[in-house]
């Protein structure tokens, strides 16, 4: 039997150093994650701080920034890693992602040496986590008319608002914070002991539930003016963050339905019923062939992302947008298929496909909807913006 991703041999396209660290992260998560992931799923509960800590001894957490304790990994190795966790569970990826491509790439690309300094190995380290907070109750796609205000009172800086669906916020002990002030959108470095800061652990989540996701309450949230991110001007500084963070999601969501189509093929292979196992039904066979099909195609382009973006060093939103929408709406509907190859068991937490499935429903809407990246696509293809209407 062919494992999905060796129909193509497309392994061979990775060099050694990309397969060795695809290999050690799937190691990683083999070991750490996946035997017990199902019962944190169930209990709504993650070890955030244990599993920072592992992952910052590998040097997963701002893997692919320069400095301060970082390793200053390549895109595609980045990307890997991204796949071989989120094989294991999204939320758990959704981890690594926030803390190194949201929070620590804010402070890295934005924030002053003292803020780089006093924040970055520890987070790199996994000793601090970090979170991102643009998401607000009332503003998600929407982020430029966001509530949350800045106001200046002397040297110091004032914030008042509150943020939504914040992962990482109830552990974090740095919030990245967008607001805005007469000049514009700013971010600032917001130590989580500040009075006024809280967050609360957002409960009664179908999705993503290992993974500690917070609502933030901004009352009054006296900060001096060395907090606020120096290089961040405009929304175009969170929204540079998010593009890093869309470029692992990339990746991630194969690894999601890698593990579902390796599940669903052991299964139907041994699952029998008429006599033979449904893996010998032509109906079932069609199933596999074309989410494998679809993954290929997912894993090559998401290949193609990746060496664009260690050849240019940067790619352009809608080529990140295209990734995002095409290789998440492919992973849920491997996902939603291969779940019903398990039948009744399919619906179980004993196997990891509706737990994958169920995942994915976050993963298709943080980081910009498939609505959202469907406009950015068509403003590129047409040169019109079509948000507003
Ligand atoms: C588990 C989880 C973790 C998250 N983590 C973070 C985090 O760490 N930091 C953070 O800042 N945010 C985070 N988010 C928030 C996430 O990014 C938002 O939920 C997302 O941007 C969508 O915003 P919304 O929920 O307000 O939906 P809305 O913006 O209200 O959208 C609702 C629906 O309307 C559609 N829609 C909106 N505008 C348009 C339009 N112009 N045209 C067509 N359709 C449109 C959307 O596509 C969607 O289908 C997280 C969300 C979840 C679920």
Redesign the pocket.
């Known amino acids: 039997m062919t494992a999905p991703l060796d129909l193509l041999d497309l392994s061979e396209l990775l060099s050694d150093e990309e397969r060795d660290i695809r290999d050690l992260v799937r190691r990683v998560a083999d070991d750490r994650v996946r035997p017990q992931v199902a019962e944190w799923y169930e209990q709504g509960t993650v070890p955030v701080r244990d599993l920072a800590r592992e992952f910052g001894k590998l040097g997963l957490l701002g893997m692919h920034l320069e400095g301060y304790g970082c390793v200053g990994a390549s895109a595609v190795q980045y990307g890997l890693a991204c796949m071989e966790l989120e094989a294991a569970d999204s939320g758990v990826r ?1 981890l690594v992602s ?1 803390q190194g491509s ?1 929070a620590m790439f804010a402070l890295h690309a934005y924030g002053s040496d003292e803020q780089k300094q006093r924040w970055l190995p520890g987070m790199a380290a996994g000793e601090l986590i970090g ?5 607000e109750p009332d ?4 982020p430029a008319n966001m509530s949350t205000r800045a106001r200046r009172d002397g040297d110091d800086w004032v914030l008042t608002g509150g ?7 109830p552990v974090a002990d740095v919030a990245v914070i967008w607001a805005r002030a007469d000049e514009g959108v700013y971010g600032f470095a917001v130590p989580a002991d500040t009075p006024g800061f809280a967050a609360r652990e957002i409960r009664h ?1 179908m ?2 539930r290992a ?1 500690s ?1 917070g609502e933030i309450t901004l009352d009054e949230v006296r900060l001096p003016g060395s907090a606020r991110l120096p290089g961040a001007r405009g929304l175009k500084a969170p929204l540079s963050c998010l593009t890093e963070a869309r470029f692992g999601i990339i990746w991630g969501a194969l690894g999601a339905a890698r593990d579902c189509l390796h599940t669903a093929i052991d299964y139907a292979t041994s699952r029998e019923q008429f006599g033979r196992p449904i893996a010998g039904f032509q109906l079932t066979q069609a199933k596999l062939a074309d989410m494998a099909l679809e993954l290929q195609k997912g894993f090559l382009l998401a290949l193609h992302l990746g060496r664009r973006r260690d050849a240019a060093g940067a790619l352009r939103p809608e080529q990140v947008s295209v990734g995002k929408l095409n290789n998440v709406r492919e992973a849920i509907a491997i996902a939603r298929q291969c779940r019903t190859i398990l039948g009744g068991n399919g619906i179980s937490g004993e196997y990891p496909v509706m737990r994958h499935a169920n995942n994915l429903e ?1 993963v298709l ?8 990246h469907q ?1 950015v696509i068509g403003q590129a293809l047409t040169g019109l913006n ?3 209407g």
């Open positions: 959704s926030v949201l979170c991102f907070g643009l998401t503003h998600g796609s929407d943020k939504m669906w914040i992962t990482n916020a989540k999705s993503l993974s996701t976050s809407t943080y980081e910009g909807t498939s609505e959202i406009l079509a948000f507003a």
